[in-house]
């Protein structure tokens, strides 16, 4: 990818980003995708094994012939793009101002496989919530920065980049915007990084809103951690039926789904691939929960469910190959430093949505324990993993609840 964006001594200045991607890119990228080489097929009839092969053969079809490669960079380039830095590393970051007066700020984060392109569809709601079935009086101002090395951000150059030193620059971000007070939303990465904050509480946050709440109790996660190496023991006892259940479904992705994280957290430099074959590239991407990979491959099999359609499946992985940061933004694993479904200690206002198809669904019992200052809890009906890509009005709907009272 190619930007106009050029590195300067600029301190603490904000700089608009303009956007374009080369030819050359793009001309390379469909080459690579026509050239793949496929393994053997799975032996299997479902996702156990892994990505299955005509799920990834209709995928590298459709983005080698009718994927408008062009779209995703109008879209971006439609809005505010700026970049600023911070800490030594340039932070891209979109940032849209609502029309309606005393609109909240937000900072929303994104995460793993994911980019400011998963969030793209919230900003109309949340920065015009008339147009969208809201009052003015629930407009948001929308940040939306990418976590250092992913997407347009600069790939740090020294150790240290965790999610705790990101909740810190988006304290700084948002401070250098000039907003004296904002509330915090993240989903995946972004639900750790607005936990952190939450626990820093740095003057001026006003509370948070997580999508991926961290309410495991410590004994439920040593016990999954054992599990993953056959040595959990006897199971917890003592659980209501709600909390059973999504022990039930951590124990099922502890075992079947972690594993993607396991090498990230483990050796993310390996997997050059990432940089080499956007084919592997989109694998990995789809190589996430169960639910989710089906919602994706019916996308691809031209059934989507809600917003979660092909091309917006291949903005994000096509934005990732462009920025080749498939492997730098796999660092943020290796980087970890706290549980990713754990309490943190959060100590600000907190808001829970806990959408239908979630890798677990967060009972409230939990959920009051790890956050004290609970100001809202809701489960919803429907809605996965990227909850905000899928349902966008929906998720939308829920920030203005979850925050009316802090207005």
């Known amino acids: 990818m190619t930007t106009t964006h050029q590195k300067a001594d600029v301190g603490t200045a904000i700089r608009p980003f303009p956007i374009a991607f080369g030819k050359t890119d793009l001309d390379d990228l469909r080459a690579r995708v026509v050239a793949t080489r496929w393994p ?7 996702f156990s094994q892994g990505v299955q092969q005509p799920v990834m053969q209709e995928l590298a079809r459709y983005w080698a012939t009718d994927y408008d490669l062009d779209r995703c960079q109008a879209r971006l380039g439609a809005l505010p793009n700026f970049v600023t830095e911070i800490d030594g590393v340039d932070i891209h970051f979109i940032h849209v101002r609502s029309r309606h007066q ?3 700020p937000i ?34 101002d929308v940040v939306i920065p990418s976590m250092p090395g992913y997407g347009l951000s600069g790939k740090p150059r020294d150790l240290g980049w965790s999610c705790d030193r990101i909740a810190l620059a988006w304290d700084v971000l948002m401070k250098r915007l000039g907003y004296t007070h904002y509330v915090s939303q993240g ?7 607005a936990d952190l904050m939450g626990v820093h509480a740095p003057e001026g946050l006003l509370g948070i809103h997580t999508n991926m709440a961290g309410v495991v109790p410590p004994e439920i996660s040593a016990y999954l951690a ?23 479904q951590l124990q099922y992705f502890f075992q079947r789904g972690v594993g993607y994280g396991v090498q990230m957290g483990t050796r993310p430099q390996t997997m050059f691939g990432l940089a080499d074959s956007p084919v592997f590239l989109a694998s990995w991407m789809l190589n996430h929960d169960a639910s989710s990979y089906q919602d994706i491959a019916e996308a691809f099999a031209g059934n989507p ?23 730098s933004s796999a660092r943020l694993y290796w980087e970890n430093t ?37 100001i809202y809890f809701n489960e919803l009906d429907r809605g996965n993993h990227f909850a905000a890509w899928q349902e966008p009005e929906l998720f939308s709907s829920e920030l ?3 925050f009316r009272s802090l207005r």
């Open 40 to 46: 053997d097929p799975e032996l299997v009839a479902d």
């Open 400 to 402: 203005r609840a979850a």
């Open 102 to 104: 005393n609109a909240l």
């Open 187 to 193: 989903g995946d990465w972004g639900a750790i990084v």
């Open 226 to 248: 054992r599990d993953v190496f056959g040595a959990a023991g006897p199971p917890p006892t003592g659980l209501s039926e709600q909390e059973q259940s999504t022990f039930d």
């Open 305 to 327: 469910v809600g917003n979660l359609t092909r091309d917006e499946v291949l903005d994000n992985v096509t934005f990732t190959w462009l920025t080749n940061t498939g492997v």
């Open 107 to 140: 900072v929303v984060t994104h995460g793993w496989p994911g980019s400011v392109v998963e969030l793209l569809g919230i900003i109309g709601p949340l920065t015009d919530p008339t147009a969208h079935g809201g009052s003015a009086s629930e407009a948001f």
């Open 338 to 374: 706290v549980g990713f479904f754990d309490p943190k200690g959060v100590t600000v206002p907190a808001a829970i949505s806990t959408f239908a198809h979630e890798i677990y669904k967060v009972p409230r019992s939990w959920a009051e324990q790890a956050y004290p200052n609970l």
